[in-house]
């Protein structure tokens, strides 16, 4: 059993920064994509970033510039760097690790962005 396990939510001020990051229970990291996903309250879960197994990276338009997503296989781990947040940012934030058609989620952690 594979388990994703988030940390690094919370409240946060517009313009803040705030870093999120995901352990991936088992030495399969390496050769999986992983990516950052959100969903907002009454909306679809939408995809924010993602990063492959070789480090090429794809960013949804409305983070481009701010968040950054990064990953360390040797610590079975990945990270989004979330930079000026805006309040549209507010969302729970799932992690996923997806090889072909098996995929992992983790549980999520809120961001609320707000003054």
């Known amino acids: 059993q594979v388990q994703l396990v988030e940390s690094g939510g919370g409240l946060v001020q517009p313009g803040g920064s705030l870093r999120l990051s995901c352990a991936v229970s088992?030495?399969?990291?390496?050769?999986?994509?992983v990516g950052w996903y959100r969903q907002a309250p009454g909306k679809q879960r939408e995809l924010v970033a993602t990063?492959?197994?070789?480090?090429?990276?794809n960013y949804a338009t409305s983070v481009k510039g701010r968040f950054t997503i990064s990953r360390d296989n040797a610590k079975n781990t990945m990270y989004l760097q979330m930079n000026n947040l805006e309040p549209e940012d507010t969302a729970v934030y799932y992690c996923?690790?997806?090889?072909?058609?098996?995929?992992?989620w983790g549980q999520g952690t809120q961001v609320t962005v707000s003054s």
């Open positions: 088992r030495n399969i990291f390496s050769i999986y994509t």
């Open positions: 996923k690790a997806a090889l072909a058609s098996i995929q992992y």
């Open positions: 990063i492959a197994s070789g480090g090429s990276t």
